[in-house]
């Protein structure tokens, strides 16, 4: 009888164990990966023009097949802020309103960008946008809701409140909730509305320097850039009316969505790039201390929190019908309407 053995050594042990644990950090780090880019409810997509509203038009539609110029500037280097702002927008109507003259984009858009105590950030956009959506062949106008000085921010309220300006002022057909602090770098990039609610943006320089390699922290954050249709809209009944500070508002927005079975569309990272201006947190816009009440009641909530009880929490001091955009200028009582959400807060 043939007699083998093997003796295992101290070395043999160690690599053995080495081995594992290398195996064992790979599967973990595929895992994370794999949690960090899907999230139930969002798929990506490459946009493009398909999903416009036609209308009777002796005008031609516009032809988009040379939008092909990608990215305006490179994200890995400086902006060149001070050559935007030097730019100044042709053929912007009072209110910031803009149609191409020689076709017809065949969808209507606002772009509603709630704001507070960045008067830089807001001058780039402006001019910025302005010059992206034109190289597009945009027909759109540019709201920029805002809350009276003194009034702690409440930037989904304030977003509610531009949808409704909004609406009243030109029905469109396209709603896009618009940070004044990112800028879109690939005009492949189209503002427009799909089947679904879209989200613009998939990788922020901000992040990137955060220390996130993909460009974005977790797969279910829909912030920033997000679109919708009206029907889309309403159907989540918007926005919380009771978010009051920094953090929470786009975590519940995406809650809202999927526990209503809506799908998200997401534009691929190699298109859907934005350069942040990194800004130093605002003391007047402290941390949100509700925020984990707030995304635990989210799907309950939305039934009662939202444009449906919107009417009596605010009031409009006023529109102002600026030369790059129309100006909202919002009041409204936090006392109020932390009080009537109460129930959802601590219980």
């Given at each position: 009888?043939?007699?083998?053995?093997?003796?295992?050594?101290?070395?043999?042990?160690?690599?053995?164990l080495?081995l594992?644990?290398?195996?064992?950090?790979l599967w973990?780090?595929?895992?994370l990966?794999?949690?960090?880019?899907?999230?139930r409810g969002?798929?990506?997509?490459?946009p493009?023009?398909t999903g416009?509203?036609?209308?009777k038009?002796?005008?031609?539609?516009?032809?988009?097949?040379?939008?092909s110029?990608?990215a305006?500037f490179?994200?890995?280097?400086?902006?060149?802020?001070d050559?935007?702002?030097?730019?100044?927008?042709?053929?912007?109507?009072p209110?910031?309103m803009?149609?191409?003259?020689?076709?017809d984009?065949?969808?209507?858009?606002a772009?509603?960008?709630?704001?507070?105590?960045?008067?830089?950030?807001?001058k780039?956009?402006?001019?910025?946008?302005?010059?992206?959506?034109q190289i597009?062949?945009?027909?759109?106008r540019?709201?920029?809701s805002?809350m009276?000085?003194?009034?702690?921010?409440?930037?989904a309220?304030?977003?509610?409140?531009?949808?409704?300006?909004?609406e009243?002022a030109?029905n469109?057909?396209c709603?896009?909730?618009?940070?004044?602090?990112?800028l879109?770098?690939d005009?492949?990039?189209?503002?427009?509305?799909?089947?679904?609610p879209?989200h613009?943006?998939?990788?922020?320089?901000?992040?990137?320097?955060?220390?996130?390699?993909?460009?974005?922290?977790?797969?279910w954050?829909?912030g920033?850039?997000?679109?919708?249709?009206?029907e889309?809209?309403?159907?989540?009944?918007?926005?919380?009316?009771?978010?009051?500070g920094w953090?929470?508002?786009d975590?519940d927005?995406?809650y809202?969505?999927t526990?209503?079975?809506?799908?998200?569309?997401?534009?691929?990272?190699?298109?859907g790039?934005y350069?942040?201006?990194?800004?130093?947190?605002?003391?007047?816009?402290?941390?949100?201390?509700f925020?984990k009440?707030?995304l635990?009641?989210?799907?309950?909530?939305?039934?009662?929190?939202g444009?449906?009880s919107?009417?009596d929490?605010?009031s409009i001091v006023?529109?102002?019908?600026?030369?790059?955009y129309t100006?909202i200028?919002?009041?409204?009582?936090?006392?109020?309407?932390?009080?009537q959400?109460?129930?959802?807060l601590?219980?």
């Open positions: 009888m043939l007699n083998i053995s093997l003796r295992v050594t101290p070395t043999f042990k160690k690599c053995g080495v594992i644990l290398i195996i064992s950090g973990w780090f595929s895992l990966r794999r949690r960090s880019s899907e999230a969002i798929f990506l997509i490459r493009n023009i416009t509203v036609n209308r038009s002796n005008v031609t539609s516009c032809d988009y097949s040379d939008i110029t990608g305006l490179d994200v890995s280097k400086r902006f060149p802020k050559f935007i702002l030097r730019h100044r927008p042709r053929d912007v109507l209110g910031g803009y149609a191409p003259s020689d076709c984009p065949g969808e209507r858009i772009i509603i960008i709630p704001y507070r105590d960045r008067e830089l950030h807001l780039v956009i402006l001019n910025y946008l302005h010059m992206f959506l597009q062949k945009r027909n759109y540019i709201f920029v805002e009276v000085p003194g009034t702690k921010f409440n930037k309220l304030l977003m509610n409140v531009g949808f409704l300006t909004a009243a030109g469109y057909d709603y896009i909730f618009h940070d004044v602090d990112l879109p770098v005009v492949r990039n189209i503002y427009t509305c799909g089947d679904h879209r613009l943006i998939s990788f922020s320089t901000k992040y990137v320097e955060e220390g996130h390699p993909t460009g974005w922290p977790y797969a954050l829909i920033g850039a997000l679109a919708f249709r009206a889309h809209f309403r159907s989540v009944n918007g926005y919380s009316n009771g978010i009051f953090g929470g508002e975590d927005m995406y809202r969505l526990s209503r079975g809506m799908l998200i569309e997401r534009v691929h990272p190699t298109i790039q350069y942040v201006f990194v800004h130093k947190h605002d003391r007047g816009n402290p941390k949100n201390k925020k009440r707030i635990a009641t989210s799907a309950e909530r939305s039934k009662v929190d444009l449906s919107i009417a929490k605010y006023a529109i102002e019908t600026l030369t790059l100006r200028l919002v009041n409204c009582s936090e006392e109020r309407i932390l009080e959400m109460r129930p959802y601590y219980g």
